[in-house]
């Protein structure tokens, strides 16, 4: 198993396994579900995200086949705070089929190499709180949660 940035070429390998991720959050939550149209709108979020200096986007590839992929970003907030650059994990998925050998933890871990790398200090992620597997793997990484997300419907 190979991690490495990810390529315009990767965009295909990876949409699939965003189309994975998008319907297990889906069924967690109707919130998550995605529009119609996802593919290309999230193809095109994509390709910005390759070109940009501030995110790191991996594939964890399998002989040839795309089994996982991992997405970070350097986040900037507002000059009133004391440490202004955050990094932000925002997507870290592994195809069914292919969990429970360590490619998530090898994904996240690049990531925060690279954050590290950065000048990064601190890194923050969400994650559904109905996902208890995933919940699992963060803590095992040293994350604990900080915050609480609310939602509301009106």
């Known amino acids: 198993?190979?991690?490495?940035?990810?390529?315009a070429q990767d965009i295909d390998g990876i949409l699939d396994?965003?189309?994975e991720l998008a319907a297990f959050h889906a069924r967690l939550d109707p919130a998550f579900t995605p529009a119609a149209g996802w593919r290309p709108a999230y193809a095109g979020y994509l390709s910005t995200l390759l070109e940009r200096p501030d995110t790191r986007v991996l594939v964890a590839r399998e002989?040839?086949?795309i089994v996982g992929y991992g997405v970070a970003r350097i986040t900037?907030?507002?000059?009133?705070?004391?440490e202004r650059r955050r990094g932000f994990?925002?997507?870290?998925?592994?195809?069914?089929?292919?969990?429970r050998r360590g490619i998530a933890r090898?994904?996240?871990t690049d990531l925060l190499?690279?954050?590290?790398?950065?000048?990064?200090?601190?890194?923050?992620?969400?994650?559904?709180?109905?996902n208890k597997e995933a919940i699992l793997l963060w803590k095992s990484l040293g994350?604990?949660?900080?915050?609480?997300h609310f939602k509301r419907g009106l």
Do not use: C, K, N, S
């Open 113 to 130: 190499v690279w954050l590290r790398g950065e000048d990064i200090r601190t890194v923050e992620l969400t994650v559904a709180v109905d």
């Open 143 to 148: 994350f604990r949660p900080y915050m609480h």
């Open 1 to 7: 198993m190979e991690i490495t940035p990810a390529r």
């Open 106 to 108: 090898r994904l996240v």
């Open 76 to 82: 900037l907030l507002p000059p009133f705070f004391a």
């Open 63 to 65: 002989q040839a086949r």
């Open 89 to 99: 994990i925002q997507d870290v998925f592994t195809r069914q089929g292919y969990r």
């Open 17 to 19: 396994l965003w189309g």
